[in-house]
């Protein structure tokens, strides 16, 4: 834990995030003794006590779900989802990708990709990065790293590979590997300095939003989840900026919003230091889409109604929703002024898309195409990439015909199917197309 970051907008975030219903996590600590449940937890957290899992948090190979640029994609007249844009319209002179991220953007760390698993071409289907470099005529770049088969994740060992995107990657609580920042680093040290025709892509930030949500949720169903969630906060927000939040019952999604403003922060150094300082010219990082649209969360909060009322879910949905803006929020204030880096606005695209499906040509933009395997300890759906495959999908609906599934947008509960992902390599191309770079 950082504990003498200073937070400039904290003062301010009451009025800039906030929460007008009452936040019902606060009401299982009363707001009387809130100063003294956050100073307890996190005092204890800090001391080195405050390890261990969240409850209902992201399991490690969790990632983002399907993702677009500010630049949208035109909604398309055909049914088929958008490919990547058209060679003459591509930013020039990119002659290497170099990418940084979570599963999202991994091309086989694991042996397989975080989507549907192509039946008929062990290579897989091709996922965001891949396409990005098919745009520009270059193959795809291997991934830097490989399961060792021991439960571990070491470099593979080939210069060429360029993709140091790891699945279940994270900016705050990762290590190695399987942390954004420890890429980011792997990477400036791999390459040296960056050429000219360097063209870096980062995207992280969704498992961290989803673990962040997990453990939010979880603080809802006992006092157990409460002290968990706080303890969780405090791995990553100073004692003195979470007290300073303890003014009304909205504290404790103000601290949440705290934490994914330290989350931006840290993406924002690493790429400053290991990237930009490196020489990159050409930067193209995505900030996160709302996680609540997911399947996994979106039965997560019907449970939740369920459990708590309408009422009480909606409430906490905006807190995560507005915890997902205060980062994209923080990013942009910290590289957006950079003429070297562009932001691409994952955000606002996912929204349009999952609110206009079929004009991006996608007949399914809620539920997850692959089939359920089994249920959490909580009763919630999980789902396994590596066992659904196209041909299982395509038999899983007599009648349907095959290839029903791939105008989904999600193939699990949280990752884009190769539809998902060919939408976002046209939104970035078409976002790296304006970016009025040399």
């Not at 779900?65 to 060679?87: L, Q, R």
């Amino acid at each position: 834990m950082r504990s003498t970051k200073q937070h400039p907008a904290s003062a301010g975030m009451s009025a800039r995030l906030h929460l007008r219903a009452r936040d019902p996590i606060a009401t299982r600590c009363p707001p009387r003794l809130l100063a003294a449940c956050l100073g307890a937890l996190l005092l204890a957290a800090c001391g080195g006590g405050g390890g261990g899992e969240i409850a209902g948090a992201e399991t490690p190979v969790a990632a983002a779900p399907i993702v677009a640029d500010p630049v949208s994609v035109a909604p398309a007249a055909a049914a088929a989802p958008a490919a990547p844009a058209a060679a003459s319209s591509l930013l020039k002179g990119v002659s290497r990708v170099i990418v940084a991220g979570d599963s999202l953007a991994d091309v086989g760390t694991f042996g397989f990709k975080f989507t549907v698993q192509d039946a008929g071409n062990p290579a897989g289907f091709p996922v965001l990065p891949e396409l990005v470099a098919a745009a520009y005529g270059l193959a795809a770049a291997c991934s830097y790293y490989m399961d060792n088969g021991a439960g571990g994740i070491v470099p593979r060992g080939d210069p060429t590979c360029t993709n140091f995107a790891v699945g279940g990657a994270r900016i705050v609580l990762g290590d190695g590997p399987k942390s954004i920042v420890g890429q980011l680093r792997e990477a400036a040290a791999a390459i040296g300095s960056f050429a000219p025709g360097d063209l870096v892509l980062v995207d992280g930030g969704g498992n961290d939003a989803s673990d962040l949500a997990a453990a939010y949720l979880g603080a809802v169903t006992s006092r157990t989840g409460l002290l968990a969630f706080l303890a969780f906060l405090g791995r990553e927000v100073s004692v003195r900026d979470l007290l300073s939040t303890v003014r009304g019952d909205d504290s404790l999604a103000r601290s949440a919003f705290l934490y994914m403003e330290d989350a931006a922060d840290e993406l924002a150094e690493a790429i400053a230091s290991h990237a930009l300082e490196r020489g990159a010219t050409r930067v193209a990082v995505l900030n996160i889409p709302d996680v609540t649209l997911t399947p996994k969360f979106t039965a997560a909060f019907e449970k939740l109604v369920q459990e708590e009322g309408p009422e009480e879910a909606a409430k906490i949905r905006a807190a995560v929703q507005q915890a997902v803006a205060a980062f994209n929020a923080r990013l942009q204030s910290r590289l957006g002024p950079d003429p070297r880096v562009l932001l691409v606005d994952v955000r606002a695209a996912v929204d349009e898309q999952i609110a206009r499906a079929a004009e991006f040509g996608l007949s399914d933009a809620v539920r997850a195409a692959c089939p359920v395997t089994g249920l959490s300890s909580r009763g919630l759906p999980e789902w396994n990439l590596q066992t659904c495959t196209s041909a299982v999908l395509d038999a899983a609906l007599p009648g349907a015909g095959a290839g029903w599934w791939a105008t989904w947008a999600f193939s699990d509960g949280f990752h884009p199917t190769p539809a998902g992902h060919r939408l976002l390599a046209a939104t970035v191309n078409q976002s790296l197309a304006a970016a009025n770079w040399p």
